[in-house]
């Protein structure tokens, strides 16, 4: 019962900030970033924590397309992916690096000098191009996945026995 007593504190701590600066709602956030999590832990400074979360996801995001545009040090696994992507999905990848390199930047100085009202306009910044690269992520999942499955079938067709 604690853990949802405290995501219940959560959600009226946001709804103030909501309000306060226009934000998306908390549903809309916590779909997208699983900013749920940000209730596990106690502080004074909610909205560092739900952005630190967001930054998970796009962090995460930014190392998997690093290993599809370079990976020459990346496990085997990307190399049969990489194969598969054409110059226009290549040219979608760098795209949304630049965007979520962007993002990394910007959280450089966030955790440098916190203000709540720089925090806000952060979330709201990228929650609204987040919509854009989930799009262009599922774009670049269905390539993925196209390229996957015409390697797995070659190995299939190919195998003597």
Known sequence: MKGESCLEELKKKYSVFEKKYKLPSFQQLNEDFDIE?????ETDYPLREIRKLIMDKVIAYL????????????????FALVKAL???DKAVLEKVYN?????????IE???SYSEKNEAEFIMKVHK???????DM???VEALRRGWNSNSE????????
């Open 138 to 140: 599922a774009d670049l």
């Open 110 to 112: 966030l955790d440098n």
């Open 129 to 135: 191009r987040w919509q854009d690269i989930k799009k």
């Open 99 to 107: 965007k979520l390199g962007e993002f990394e930047i910007d959280v």
């Open 86 to 88: 054409n110059g226009t």
């Open 37 to 41: 999590k940000a209730s596990e832990h």
């Open 63 to 78: 190392r998997f397309i690093e290993l599809l545009l370079n990976p020459s040090n990346g496990p085997m696994f990307f």
């Open 154 to 161: 070659k190995k299939v067709k190919g195998y003597l026995g």
